[in-house]
């Protein structure tokens, strides 16, 4: 069975940085893209940014040049997230897409809170 956990989220001051890590677990499975979507309180969840299996990230226009993905191997996902605003506050999910021979799924992480203070 597989599973997405992810840490790093916390409260940071408005202009500060925070890292978060997903790592995908189980077996059997191989893993396409990987990605960061979030949720602020009251709206719908957004993506923030997604990176290929070959490296090749996507952003959106919101946090370009603040945010970097990253995967240092083929089963984690990280965000770098630096300058960040008020704005920036939501919970953010990691996703990843599983592939079991020709079928595909995308499975999502518990969210990790980010909160940031003005």
């Known amino acids: 069975q597989a599973q997405l956990t992810e840490s790093g989220g916390g409260l940071v001051e408005s202009g500060g940085s925070l890292r978060l890590s997903c790592q995908v677990s189980?077996?059997?499975?191989?893993?396409?893209?990987m990605g960061w979507y979030r949720q602020a309180q009251g709206n719908e969840r957004e993506l923030v940014a997604v990176?290929?299996?070959?490296?090749?990230p996507t952003y959106a226009n919101s946090v370009k040049g603040r945010f970097t993905i990253s995967r240092d191997t083929p089963r984690t996902v990280n965000l770098q997230m630096n300058s960040l605003k008020p704005e920036d506050t939501a919970v953010y999910y990691c996703s990843a897409d599983l592939q079991w021979g020709k079928a595909i799924r995308t499975r999502w992480g518990q969210g990790t809170q980010v909160t940031v203070a003005s």
């Open positions: 990176i290929t299996s070959d490296g090749s």
């Open positions: 189980g077996i059997k499975f191989s893993v396409n893209n």
